[in-house]
Structure formats: C-alpha cells, structure tokens
C-alpha cells in the first residue's frame, strides 16, 4: 500500500505485482512529460516519456498513462522485480528546462 | 551513446573552502548543461543553466556568486561551491542536452555528493 513518509511517498510491492506510481504536474502548458528512476546515490535514469498529443505509451514492461484534463500522469510497471526498487520521479516541459515532481519510493520485496 | 560524467564523485570540504565540480558530455557535444541539486529524500531541483560560451541563467533564490557556473566547451560545465558551508552539503546532479537533438533530451551525470564540515 502507499504510504507518506517525511518527505517521500513510499509505495510497497510484492515481486511479480504490477505497481502504479501517480504524479500530479502544475503547468497546464506542458507539453513533454517524463518519467525516470533514481536508485540510491546516482542519478536520474530515463524511463519513457510522453508527449501531450498522446494519451498513452507504452515502452518494455512500462505503460505511462497522460490525463491533461486533471494533469495527471501515471506510470504502470509490470511484474515488478527487486531490481525496480528505486525513487521514480516524474518530470514536465515547457520548452527547455524540467521541473521535477516530488519523487515516490518504491519498494519491491521478494 | 549520450554519457554524461561527473568528477569527483564525492567530495568532503571544510567549511569556507571552495569546491569545483566538472560535468563532461562523453560523446557529444552539448549546448546546454543543467545543474541540480538534491537534499536527501527530495526531488531534482534546478539551480542553474548553462550556455557554451555565455553566463548561466540562475533560478529564483539560487546565489549565482556562491554557485559559480563555466561552460567554456561544448564538453565542459563546471559548477564552483565558492566559500562552502555545512547546509551547502547536498548532491548535485548535472544534465546535458544534445546539440541538434530534441530541446526536451536531457541526459544526467551520476552526481556529486558534497559535504562539508
């Protein structure tokens, strides 16, 4: 289930589950919308991404979900293994510069 | 393709020292560099960007003469930590993005962590 840590949402999961990580974005005039994963002490991985025209894409075993409408953005990882432990962040695009979102922890047990 | 790398990868300074970080695009050449930085259990927040061969543009609340910015390559963006102090310790995390390329491509060093005493 999902819970609020101090400062980091933390999602729990058992191998195998598919998990659902949401992002709620700010600016309306966004238009490229990116997720990426941060495992402990490196940086930003890169994902999938999305851009506005689309409401959903699909990369391998990962599904991200765009609703402008309530500027919402999901992430869908299937069959999660340990190995997809990691803080993933979403991230949006006016032009030039992204503004991250808050991060959620994901925790994947055996 | 698209390596970006960090040097050092971790550094511990003295308070009021200065500390120099390097952001080096491997294999390509980018027009514009980014830096980060990240407090534990907190998002990637942009301090600063950077143009090959003109003066970075700051974020709001963001010293630009305490975080001194060079991007004198299409290669190389350095970050200078001027006169550092203990809530200066932080990870800072630099991207690059890819001349020619998408203005949206960023890619993302591996990151330095910096503390300082």
């Known amino acids: 289930g999902e819970s609020v840590g101090l400062h980091l949402p933390t999602l729990s999961v058992q191998e195998g589950d598919n998990s659902i990580i949401n992002c709620a974005y700010s600016?309306?005039?966004?238009?490229?919308f990116i997720w990426y994963k941060q495992e402990s002490g490196k940086g930003p991985q890169f994902i999938i991404d999305?851009?506005?025209?689309?409401d959903k894409r699909q990369g391998q075993r990962v599904t991200v979900l765009l609703n402008k409408t309530v500027k919402h953005l999901s992430l869908q990882i299937a069959a999660t293994q340990p190995g997809d432990s990691a803080v993933y962040f979403c991230?949006?695009?006016?032009?030039?510069?992204?503004?991250f979102g808050k991060g959620t922890m994901l925790l994947v047990s055996p | 393709g698209a390596v970006v790398s960090q040097h050092p990868s971790w550094v511990i300074c003295k308070s009021g020292t200065s500390v120099k970080i390097e952001c080096r695009s491997l294999?390509?050449?980018?027009?514009?560099m980014f830096w980060y930085r990240q407090f534990p259990k907190q998002s990637l927040m942009l301090m600063a960007t950077?143009?090959?061969?003109?003066?970075?543009?700051?974020e709001q609340g963001v010293e630009k003469d305490k975080f001194l910015i060079n991007h004198a390559s299409l290669t190389l963006s350095t970050l200078t930590v001027t006169s550092a102090h203990p809530e200066d310790s932080s990870f800072y995390i630099c991207?690059?993005?890819?001349?020619?390329?998408?203005?949206?491509?960023?890619?993302f060093g591996p990151g330095t962590r910096l503390t300082v005493t």
């Open positions: 999305i851009r506005s025209n689309m």
């Open positions: 600016n309306s005039a966004s238009d490229y």
């Open positions: 950077s143009n090959e061969g003109s003066k970075a543009t700051y």
């Open positions: 991207s690059a993005a890819n001349r020619g390329a998408s203005s949206y491509e960023q890619y």
């Open positions: 991230a949006e695009s006016g032009y030039s510069t992204l503004t």
């Open positions: 294999d390509f050449q980018a027009t514009t």
